[in-house]
Each structure stands twice: as structure tokens, then as C-alpha cells.
């Protein structure tokens, strides 16, 4: 009778759909995608169409399964594989880190500025996102290459004899990928700082607390949230970009997107890029789920 009564209640009209939709996309786009993936990493390299082996065969009555598992060994002994992760990882985080830097205080002063501005500013945010993003990196490459924006500037006021490096070097991947990712990081802040009750910092003012102090005090922890939102936002999909790194970045640049993109289309090897793509994925379950608890505890928080 108890579960009755909780199927009825779970199909009650409207709930049922409300609730359906968000785990049918979820079913349709991610999960689907990812065991025909997950299935085709255990296969082997074939020459045929599709170019990989079918992990089930039959003759007769006589099924037989064949799981490969060599891909992902060789990934975890082969050292290009293990330093390429390593780099996207460090590429990721320290990008995260500088549109966190250089995020929090453009969001902080949206949020504080008058109601009328807000809007204004946001749209300068967003702006970027009307122009291709291929378009806008092909700017920055115009802007720092040799005899780029930058270059001929410095060069005309005297201040370089001769122009700067900045192409191809993890200056530029940096410098591209940062503008790239930091309005993910901006928006997910400006959503809680702009909540924020400004009389916090008002009392704390009058209780003798310095700008800094109050800062760390108050306007910190209560915008933890979108830190760990903007964090998740920036660094997720910097860990496999590929096409800043292809048109900016340095020939030694190691990025998992670049790996993918030469086992699939270079080499043909579907079932070592899967298992590539598989062990990316399962590295990003992990901040993940992070957020997941650090929300379900808020929220346990808030109800408590």
C-alpha cells in the first residue's frame, strides 16, 4: 500500500512531467551517449565500419563476450597519457583560479552598483557570447601575435626593440582561455553576492569590524556558493577544451581534447579515444559530486 501510495504520489498530473523531463534529457543526452562510449572503449581496433570489434558474437546458440581491457591499461602505463591528464588538470585549475581572481571583484562591484547599472553591466558580460567563439579567438590571435595589436603598439611608443613572444606559449593559452571561461565565473558569483543583505556588513561596520575583516567575515562564506558553482562552471569544461589550445597554445601544449581529436580522426583508434573520453569523464564526476554534497548539506543547513 506504501509503495501504491508513493507511485500515485510521484505520478500525481504534473509532478510526474515536471520531474520526467529533467531525467529524460539526462537519459537522452548523457546517459545513452555514455555507455555506447563506455561499450565501445572494451572493443579492439578494426579495420571495418565501424572500426572496432563487437563485444558480443554468437554462432549457433553459442553466445561469447569479449571485453578489452588493454586500452586502459596502457593508458595508466604510458607516461604521454598520464602527463597530458596531469597538464589538462593544471591548465584547468589555473585557469579557474585566475577567473576567480580576477571574477570575484567584477561580480562584487555589479552587485553593488545601483539597480539601474546592473543590467547594463551584465549585458557587457554577455556580450562576448553574441560573437562566434571561434571569431573571438581568432581575435586574440590577432592581437598577440608577432606583429599583432600589442606588439605594434609597444614597438611604436619605443618601449620594445623588437616584438614580443606571446603566440603559441602558455602566455597566450592562459590569456585566451581565462577571457574564454570568465564570464562562467562572474555570473554564478554576481547570483549570490547580489542576495546579500548589505546591513551585515553595515553592522559589522558599526561594531568596529575593518572592510577586510567584514570581507572575510561575511561577504566570503555567504558567497560560497557560487564560488564552488562558478569553480565547477570554469574548470569542468577547460579540463577538455580543444580549440583554444589547437589555434593559441604551444606546440609542447598536452590538453585531453587534443588527444581525443588525434586518436578518433588522426589514428582511427575509436576504442583507446573512448577510453580516453571514459577516464576524463570519471575525473569530473569527482568535483561533481563534491558540489552535489556541499548543496544537499546548505540545503540540510537552510531546513535545520
Known sequence: MNLKRTLDAWLRPGRGTVIGIPYFWLLLFFL???????????????IAVPPFTALMSSEGSR???????????F????????????SSLKVAAVTTIACLLIG???????????PAAR??????????????????????????KDNGLINNLLLGLGVISEPLRMMHTDFSLYVVMVYAYLPF???????????????????????GARPWKAFLAITLPLSKGGIIAG????????????????????TETLMI????????????????????????????????????????????????
Open 32 to 46: 545513452a551517449p555514455f555507455f555506447i562510449v563506455l561499450k565501445i572503449s572494451f572493443s579492439e581496433v578494426d
Open 63 to 73: 553466445v561469447t563476450f569479449a571485453f578489452n581491457l588493454e586500452n586502459y591499461a
Open 75 to 86: 593508458l595508466f602505463s604510458d607516461e604521454l597519457y598520464i602527463d597530458t591528464y596531469l
Open 104 to 114: 570575484y571583484p567584477i561580480a562584487y562591484a555589479i552587485a553593488r552598483a545601483s
Open 119 to 144: 543590467n547594463t553591466l551584465l549585458l557587457l558580460v554577455m556580450l562576448p557570447f553574441w560573437t562566434s567563439f571561434l571569431i573571438r579567438v581568432y581575435a586574440w590571435m590577432g592581437i598577440l
Open 185 to 207: 565565473m562572474i555570473l554564478p558569483l554576481y547570483a549570490h553576492l547580489v542576495k546579500m543583505d548589505p546591513r551585515l556588513l553595515e553592522a559589522a561596520g558599526d561594531l
Open 231 to 250: 569553480s565547477m562552471m570554469v574548470f569542468i569544461p577547460a579540463v577538455g577544451e580543444f580549440v583554444i589550445p589547437e589555434l593559441v597554445g604551444g
Open 257 to 304: 581534447g587534443k588527444v581525443l581529436w588525434n586518436e578518433f580522426f588522426d589514428n582511427n583508434n575509436w576504442p583507446m579515444a573512448s577510453s580516453v573520453a571514459i577516464v576524463m569523464v570519471c575525473l569530473l564526476i569527482l568535483p561533481i559530486v563534491f558540489f552535489h554534497r556541499y548543496e544537499t548539506r546548505q540545503l540540510e543547513g537552510d531546513r535545520g
